[in-house]
């Protein structure tokens, strides 16, 4: 399995980004992707996640501001920021677990740096 993730970059506060991860090899559309972040000196935390069937969870710091979504027929799974803080800069890095095997797989991360 492999996640490429694009759109990252430098935005203002009160600013939106909108991520995207491609994953390619052995997906499952019906398991879960989702999105984590890590910031400097804390730890990899979830900002979104998404199954199958569109079922989503948010990460309490973000809920209310981002929108995951997903497409299928493309293995692909969006973030939608919205009112960004400078408490949001944060190398963001796609997730997916194969539900047969529990392997979990990592995307090589996208940096997301909020301005104030």
């Known amino acids: 399995v492999q996640l490429q993730a694009s759109g990252g970059g430098l935005v203002q506060a009160g600013g939106s980004l909108g991520l995207s991860c491609a994953a390619s090899?052995?997906?499952?559309?019906?398991?879960?992707l989702g999105w984590y972040r890590e910031a400097p000196e804390k730890q990899r935390e979830l900002v979104a996640s998404i199954t199958g069937d569109a079922r989503t969870i948010y990460g309490d710091s973000v809920r209310g501001r981002v929108t995951i979504s997903r497409d299928n027929a493309k293995n692909t799974v969006y973030l939608q920021m919205d009112n960004l803080k400078p408490e949001d800069t944060a190398v963001y890095y796609c997730?997916?677990?194969?539900?047969?095997?529990?392997?979990?797989?990592w995307g090589q991360g996208t940096q997301v740096t909020v301005s104030s």
């Open positions: 997730h997916y677990v194969d539900s047969e095997t529990w392997d979990d797989y």
């Open positions: 090899g052995r997906i499952f559309s019906d398991n879960a």
